[in-house]
């Protein structure tokens, strides 16, 4: 009774087997980047625009004041570029937080062509989820950011929208 029960403790033992394995972080440049050299960046005008950007270029922060009636357009405020020489990227923008105020009937990010200005896509800033056409940016290539309001309302009152800007090497998958 006693071997049959030693050879059941035996059967019933759970086997692990290790494998060592390497794995090698090797950190690289980022060959998109975010630039605050928009023709108008810095640029006082009249609802004194402002655009920070993060030391590392991963982040900006724009503080807009559109008029309260009418459409207000800001030129040229960001540029997206292509670092590599070689590859070109694909690029889209996932609107997280959008703009819910009322009083803002329109609100758009215009993505363009740095060098011809022709119109390469926008962003409804008002609704939230991704735009993944996908775009694409050669290389060496720059995109320009542009963003448009329409508000009507006499009163005065704030709203913000956060976005995120997804780049990708391929275009056939859509980004998670």
Known sequence: ?????????LLNIALFLCYTM??????????LYLYVTGTNTGVRNLSDA?????????TVIITLHPYRRGTTCY????????RDT????YIGFSVDTAFDDAAIAEAELVVRDATTGALVGTVNLRSTGTTWSPWSLGAGGQLRVDLRFR????ASGSDSASIQLIYSPQSAESPP
């Open 50 to 58: 402002e655009v920070n950007l993060s030391e590392e270029s991963n």
């Open 75 to 82: 030129k040229d405020v960001l540029r997206i570029s292509n």
């Open 1 to 9: 009774m006693k071997i049959s029960a030693l050879l059941a403790s």
């Open 151 to 154: 508000v009507s309302s006499d």
């Open 86 to 89: 070689k590859k070109t990227y």
């Open 22 to 31: 390497e794995i090698t972080d090797s950190l690289s440049q980022r060959l």
